[in-house]
């Protein structure tokens, strides 16, 4: 109140429009100022509509004092004491002038009422402290020239926001941009390069230390203050490189290619960067020859040419962590308990662009177990390797061709479920790449896994292992080929998620090489592309029929409650010929042994479709044959323990619910859990005696 220098009114306010123009008195200042008509700073609807500016201690005044040309006056000094411009209260604390003044308002009869009402307040992050704005002298740079040039890149394409909106909240801060304080008041960072002459008042700016002002003073003392962290690191992307000499390390390495970062930066740092770069990166700001037009040099001159927007890992209630809320998860202790791995893949899948991340340390575990299935595949691989083949081995004996043509050379597709995972291994390395080159990690992750996973390990691992299990004396010719081809795909697929599962991968692939791989690290090795040759839409087809066939057959041995060492026939009727035919081809060797545990196959002429214990699809009907055969000994004598046990506990809760001194003391809770529980008693009892009484 003691800087006050005007009062705001709105101009479309009918309470106020006869005091337009007109001077009011301060009180206890005893200045007089004017009253002013401002339709941003003063609200009609709020408090009584009049608002006092202070241009020196609030920003929004500051502003407002700026467009009405109003004096400027600084009541508070550095420590938040009162100085001479607030008169009498000078030298006071500003917690004890504002006391000070409510009294002398009262006393003066000036004070009509208080009211409380909420603020935003700004405190400092450290200490807490009540931060108080207030008029300062800073060093500024003149932004608009450098907010133009960073605008007129995005514009022209020559650099790109993913995801593309990211883009629009770029140029809406950039089309209001002001100018850029870059002085701190901080202890610490990069000192303004700027000298005192305690002799003319010159100010001196140099890249070193001055010995003298031109006025041949000695006298000069540097400013205290340091450059803003943004302006410091905003300057990174060329300084780094040998700025302003010409090197080869600019040369190679500028404009680089990507830039990672979160959207809460955007402002702070990306923008400065491109800014800056835009700025000093093209002639006749960059030292040495010109690059050529115009064009040429804007494009040269930007600091990146993507920049990927990724999201902000937050805790699995979506807020934002933070060490005062207490919800921060330490990556250490994450990685700890669940792997550098698992950790990394949680991060890759659950990074949609656009979104942030919920962190959530049951998704890490199930990745931790999708490691744990990886590793255990590749001991399934080992173990049938050196079984089939000892000494096949060491480095050079797969072929595992770190080729860059696309696709698993080497790779004999001998049969059906080859085939098929070699379509869709090329299918998934098509996929992964797209989503790669379009920054959609989390698509690239999830695809990776459900290869990996449920193509892989569920399905081709399983429908192989009758080809690995041969009988002694037995042609190893198939078991050879299905080794190959498995080592080969493992290799493969290994190098396709190398990426997101860095270490485990590292770890089995130098061991598919027994310890001597032809390169150094399989982060040099060839990442795998797809050839479309290798894709077969017919073998994708028919295992597709086969799996739901499979899948099918199992949901009925679950219904049907069948022991899991039991086989049971099945009865098939097929919609057209050609899955029938395509089904007896194959069903011999896919469903009599593992998947489904079926004993043999009948195919009928007619709809299966309304009998009990079948099930109906687009392509075919298959029902399961099967009589539960009961030991009605051993089932009377286990529903018999069943009923005493079932009787015991109705009885002790009856006991209860009849003890008078228990009901009067025990929570109403506990008194209707005991009630349910025994209503629950009852009617188990009562079902238990009936299925006695069937067995007779």
């Known amino acids: 109140m003691l800087g006050d220098t005007a009062v705001a009114v709105n101009p479309a306010d009918e309470r106020y429009k006869h005091l337009h123009g007109k001077k009011v008195l301060l009180p206890l200042m005893n200045r007089e100022i004017p009253i ?29 004092g700026l467009r009405n040309v109003l004096p400027q006056i600084d009541v508070m000094n550095e420590v938040a004491q009162m100085n ?65 040039r960073a605008i007129e890149v995005v514009e022209k394409g020559e650099i790109k926001f993913v995801p593309e909106n990211y ?24 000192r303004i390069p700027a000298w005192y002459c305690g002799e003319c008042k010159n100010v001196v700016v140099a890249r070193e230390a001055p010995v003298a002002c031109k006025c041949g003073s000695t006298k000069l003392e540097q400013d205290t203050d340091v450059l803003d962290t943004w302006f410091s690191s905003g300057l990174l992307p060329f300084t780094t490189l040998g700025w302003p000499a010409a090197t080869r390390d600019e040369e190679i390495f500028y404009p680089n290619s990507l830039m990672i970062t979160g959207f809460d930066i955007l402002f ?40 990927y927007i990724h999201a902000l890992v937050r805790d699995a209630d979506r807020q934002k962590m933070s060490k005062t809320k207490g919800n921060v998860l330490d990556p250490i202790e994450v990685i700890g308990h669940y792997g550098t791995d698992a950790t990394r893949f ?113 399905w081709y691992i399983e429908l192989i292992k009758p080809r690995l299990n041969f009988e002694e004396g037995a042609d190893t010719g198939p078991a050879r080929v299905a080794c190959a081809n498995l080592i080969n795909l493992f290799e493969a697929s290994l190098r396709l998620l190398h990426p997101v599962m860095p270490f485990i991968t ?60 039991v086989k049971v026939p099945i009865e098939v009727f097929a919609h057209e010929p050609e899955i029938r035919a395509m089904l007896e081809k194959n069903l011999g060797a896919v469903l009599l042994d593992r998947p489904a545990n079926v004993e043999k196959i009948a195919f009928v002429e007619s709809s299966l479709a309304n009998l009990p214990g079948a099930r109906s699809t687009s392509r075919f009907d298959v029902h ?73």
Not at 632 to 653: D, G, P, T
């Open 36 to 64: 002013i008509t401002d339709d941003i700073l003063a609200n009609p609807e709020f408090g009584t509509g009049a608002v006092k500016v202070t241009p020196s201690h609030d920003p929004n005044d500051f502003e407002a």
């Open 84 to 148: 001479a411009n607030a008169g009498p209260y000078a030298g006071l604390d500003r917690f004890e002038a504002r006391q000070k003044v409510l009294e002398d308002l009262e006393k003066g009869g000036f004070l009509v009422g208080a009211k409380d009402y909420v603020v935003p307040l700004g405190k400092c992050d450290r200490c807490k402290t009540i931060i108080e704005p207030r008029l300062s002298t800073q060093w500024f740079v003149k932004i608009q020239p450098l907010a133009d």
């Open 167 to 190: 883009s629009k909240t770029y140029f809406e801060w950039m089309r209001n941009i002001h100018d850029w304080c870059i002085s701190r008041q901080l202890w610490w960072g990069h």
């Open 268 to 307: 702070f740092w990306v923008s400065r960067m491109i800014m800056l770069g835009c700025w000093f990166m093209m002639p006749p700001h960059k030292p040495g020859k010109s690059l050529g037009s115009d064009e040429d040099n804007l494009r040269a001159s930007v600091p990146f040419r993507e920049v």
């Open 346 to 458: 949680t991060l890759a899948a659950m990074a949609a662009p656009g979104t942030d991340i919920a962190f959530s340390e049951s998704r890490t575990a199930g990745y931790r177990n999708f490691a744990n299935k990886i590793w255990n595949a590749a001991r399934f691989m080992f173990m049938n390797v050196d079984r089939i083949e000892p000494g096949l081995r060491p480095a050079g004996g797969w072929d595992t061709r770190l080729s860059t043509s696309g696709g698993i050379a080497g790779f004999q597709a001998s049969s059906l479920e080859d085939r098929w995972i070699l379509s869709r291994f090329n299918r998934a390395a098509r996929d992964v790449n797209e989503s790669l080159a379009s920054y959609r990690f989390d698509e690239a992750a999830n695809r990776i896994y459900d290869f990996f996973w449920a193509e892989f390990c569920d």
């Open 506 to 565: 590292e770890e089995i692939w130098h061991a598919i090489y027994d310890g001597t791989p032809p390169l150094k690290s399989i982060a040099l090795a060839a990442y795998p592309a797809a050839d479309e040759k290798q894709i077969d839409l017919c073998a994708e087809t028919e295992i597709a029929v086969l799996q739901d066939l499979i899948v099918s057959v199992r949901n009925l041995r679950a219904e049907l409650k069948v022991e899991p060492k």
């Open 624 to 696: 399961a044959i099967y009589e539960k055969k009961i030991d009605v000994a051993a089932e009377r004598e286990r529903l018999r323990k069943e009923l005493e046990k079932i009787e015991k506990q109705l009885a002790s809760a009856q006991a209860r619910l009849g003890d008078e001194q228990f009901l009067k003391k025990a929570p109403a809770q506990v008194v209707e859990g005991l009630r349910k529980q025994a209503e629950e008693g009852a009617m188990l009892k009562e079902k238990t005696v009936a299925k006695l009484k069937e067995l007779g």
